[in-house]
């Protein structure tokens, strides 16, 4: 059975997957940290906002999620995203909750790796 935090990571995971920006900024904190390692930080919901608006594109991505690990406030999602287009990316996302009933994140850090098939 699944905590009721590795249901809302596999659900944020999917929002993003979908463009679900609703249900993305309902589940973070006023004050988010997102760090996309080697691209970018962004420290706000006005800047998380802007920053997913950006990189939203049409097509929703196909979304496997491998694995969900939670400890305490800390948690990590590891899987992978195909685009319509054929393009894949393997990721990592770390995350740090703001408590237990009802968590929200406070930062997140990713770890995005494109597929080559060549």
Request: aromatic residues 10%; glycine residues 6%.
């Amino acid at each position: 059975m699944k905590t009721k935090t590795q249901q809302l990571l596999e659900e944020f995971n999917k929002a993003f997957a979908r463009n679900n920006m609703d249900f993305i900024l309902s589940n973070v904190t006023d004050h988010i940290t997102w760090t996309a390692i080697g691209d970018f930080t962004v420290k706000g919901r006005t800047a998380f906002q802007e920053t997913l608006k950006r990189m939203a594109g049409d097509e929703p991505y196909e979304l496997t999620i491998h694995r969900v690990i939670t400890h305490g406030k800390d948690a990590a999602v590891h899987g992978v995203m195909n685009s319509r287009e054929g393009k894949q990316y393997a990721f990592c996302d770390v995350y740090e909750l703001s408590g237990f009933k009802n968590p929200k994140i406070t930062a997140m850090t990713s770890f995005v790796i494109p597929i080559s098939h060549g």
